[in-house]
């Protein structure tokens, strides 16, 4: 057995599988590439989370495009967000005047990408759409627009595909809902 199947063992559940996930960023490309056709936008990966998620999702999208990196600071070790939003590293591109796709792993109360968001149209974006993986809408504290979600799941800690737990299990292929043992250890 490799190391990243040892993790699985910390999982209750696998909730969505990696052909699932394949299945649906496939469809999400070509929808965003029917979209913004004729444009180029500036396509914003949160990190770290939504990066496994980022990469495969640019090469299913058709047009041409560039690409920057944001980091906000979230959950740390816990697995309860504090609703506070810090902006950890910016983009290195100017933004105004471009349309601007954030490519996000989840959503759960919507403070960070709605804090996102407002910044990116306060820069002076022509537009700013979302593309998350997963949104758990029964979370949501604020009024967001999500155009672009790929499953929605229920109000569980989901670890994989890029979201981890105090950096663990990103590396995993597929998104689980987390043992609550692991977390109620801390
Ligand atoms: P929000 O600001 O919408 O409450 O939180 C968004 C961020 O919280 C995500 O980018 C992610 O880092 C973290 N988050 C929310 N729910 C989960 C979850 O179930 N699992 C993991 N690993 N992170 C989560």
Redesign the pocket.
């Known amino acids: 057995m490799s190391k990243a199947m040892g993790q699985y063992e910390d999982l209750e559940r696998i909730l969505v599988t990696k052909e699932e996930i394949a299945e649906k960023v496939q469809e999400l490309g070509e929808r965003i590439t029917r979209d913004y056709t004729g444009k180029q936008p500036i396509v914003v990966c949160?990190l770290k989370?939504?990066v496994v998620f980022f990469t495969d999702l640019i090469r299913e999208i058709d047009l041409p495009m560039q690409i920057d990196f944001m980091a906000?600071s979230?959950?740390g070790s816990s697995?309860k967000?504090t609703?506070v939003?810090k902006l950890v590293k910016d983009l290195d591109r100017d933004v105004s005047g471009r349309d601007v796709l954030v490519v996000?792993?989840?959503?759960?109360?919507?403070?960070?990408?709605?804090y996102i968001k407002s910044e990116l149209q306060h820069r002076g974006a022509s537009s700013v759409r979302i593309a998350t993986l997963?949104d758990?809408p029964a979370?949501r504290?604020v009024d967001l627009k999500v155009e672009y979600s790929c499953f929605e799941i229920p109000d569980?800690?989901?670890?994989g595909y890029g979201?981890?737990?105090d950096e663990k299990y990103r590396n995993l292929p597929d998104v689980g809902i987390?043992a609550p043992r692991i977390y109620t250890k801390e």
């Open positions: 949160i989370g939504a906000i979230s959950y697995t967000s609703g939003v996000e792993d989840i959503v759960d109360s919507g403070m960070t990408l709605s997963l758990k979370r504290r569980a800690f989901v670890v979201l981890d737990y987390l």
